[in-house]
T-cell receptor, first 114, second 113 residues
């Protein structure tokens, strides 16, 4: 079946540092890829998405590029802020067994210090 | 602005009680989901629905049941709560297109004593 593997956290950075959170996937079909963010005490919310190879999703300074050759969708941000502290989930949506059931990674906690 | 609502936000109950966690969405989405989120933040799919009168079990056997009588409403029921049910429960919905993202509620934090 499909799966998503993302780097374990917590990732701890100082403000204005560069962020990379790695995500790789396995899928039987041609999935759409997503990054979600979960702030403390809230549900997940969509951060960005990409639906085909070489697409770049971007939002709030975050970017991720759909790399089909390496089956990866790494999340990057050039300069993180304290307000970016949250848990980040990589996910895919694939037609598996006749239905689109989302598959999530285990989440990566990001802590940004002033 | 939340278009998907979960109630209650927090619930503390005793073992053996029957409880229903409510979830409603105003977006007209056909697909709805219930996830259990463990302390390590991993999400486990426990139930989902493709539309009215459709319900399916997910990967995690949680001894719960769901119903989908109306498009906007997808309640989760525990017939007899146990301490092992203590967790965060997240409801989500999505449009019918395969690559549509999920919209999540803010969750219900359940504690069974």
């Amino acid at each position: 079946g499909d799966s998503v593997t993302q780097m374990e956290g917590p990732v701890t950075l100082s403000e204005e540092a560069f962020l990379t959170i790695n995500c790789t996937y396995t899928a039987t079909g041609y999935p759409s890829l997503f990054w979600y963010v979960q702030y403390p005490g809230e549900g997940l919310q969509l951060l960005l998405k990409a639906t085909k190879a070489d697409d770049k999703g971007s939002n709030k300074g975050f970017e991720a590029t759909y790399r089909k050759e390496t089956t990866s969708f790494h999340l990057e941000k050039g300069s993180v802020q304290v307000s970016d502290s949250a848990v980040y989930f990589c996910a895919l949506s694939d037609l598996e067994g006749g239905s689109y059931i989302p598959t999530f990674g285990r989440g990566t906690s990001l802590i940004v210090h002033p | 602005e939340a278009d998907i609502y979960q109630t209650p936000r927090y619930l503390v109950i005793g073992t053996g009680k029957k409880i229903t966690l409510e979830c409603s969405q105003t977006m007209g989405h056909d697909k709805m989901y219930w996830y259990q989120q463990d302390p390590g933040m991993e999400l486990h799919l426990i139930h989902y629905s493709y539309g009215v009168n459709s319900t399916e079990k997910g990967d995690l056997s949680s001894e719960s049941t769901v119903s989908r009588i109306r498009t906007e409403h997808f309640p989760l029921t525990l017939e007899s709560a146990r301490p092992s049910h203590t967790s965060q429960y997240l409801c989500a919905s999505s449009a019918n297109r395969g690559n549509s993202p999920l919209h999540f509620g803010n969750g219900t934090r359940l504690t069974v004593t």
